[in-house]
């Protein structure tokens, strides 16, 4: 199981899809087990947390939406520590709605594989040791080229470097490598034989 504590949009200039792009990031690693996103039910702003106060309920909506669509399982949660008010309760409302919708739903949520015909390739050897140019992050090539995808309306799925087996990429058409800069020469030659 993989559980990713990705509670919320905490803080300045993360993006609107980063629920699913968690979820996404977590199956290409766990090849069809079963991945959680955690989602917290209480106020965040920039970097402050407001634990005791309902979080932007369209907001934590588009994150558990985001979640299942992904391939997520669901998991809600409420800290309501720091209690100096009186219990804001609004979200267990949001919560009951969304996961009797879900329940409601579930069958539909159970493909037997994606229908996406490109990988957009996530290095996280480039990710971390790559040493971008001034200026720059080294995940600014790899947020654009996910924004295009996901604003274009393109089905894609994540393939990390380390899986880059015929069998894995055998079912798209097309893999994106966002200034994917460091290659052993096993994934050069993995690569190479996709491309022919």
Excluded at 64 to 83: E, V
Excluded at 100 to 109: P, V
Excluded at 151 to 178: K, N
Aim: glycine letters at 8%.
């Amino acid at each position: 199981i993989f559980i990713a504590d990705n509670q919320g949009r905490g803080g300045v200039g993360e993006t609107a899809w980063d629920a699913s792009q968690q979820v996404r990031l977590a199956n290409a690693l766990m090849k069809g087990r079963t991945v959680v996103n955690v989602t917290a039910s209480y106020e965040r702003s920039n970097n402050l947390w407001w634990r005791n106060a309902t979080g932007n309920q369209p907001q934590v909506k588009q994150r558990l939406a985001q979640s299942i669509a992904a391939g997520g399982a669901l998991w809600y949660h409420w800290l309501g520590t720091h209690q100096g008010f009186v219990e804001d309760r609004r979200w267990q409302k949001l919560g009951a709605q969304f996961l009797s919708w879900q329940a409601a739903n579930d069958r539909h949520f159970h493909n037997i594989h994606s229908i996406a015909g490109v990988a957009l390739l996530v290095s996280q050897r480039s990710n971390r040791f790559y040493k971008a140019p001034a200026g720059t992050d080294s995940l600014q090539s790899l947020q654009g080229m996910y924004e295009i995808l996901t604003e274009a309306r393109i089905p894609f799925d994540v393939v990390i470097d380390t899986d880059l087996e015929p069998q894995t990429l055998a079912r798209y058409s097309v893999l994106v490598l966002p200034n994917v800069a460091l290659m052993s020469d096993r994934q050069i030659a993995q690569v190479k034989a996709f491309v022919a």
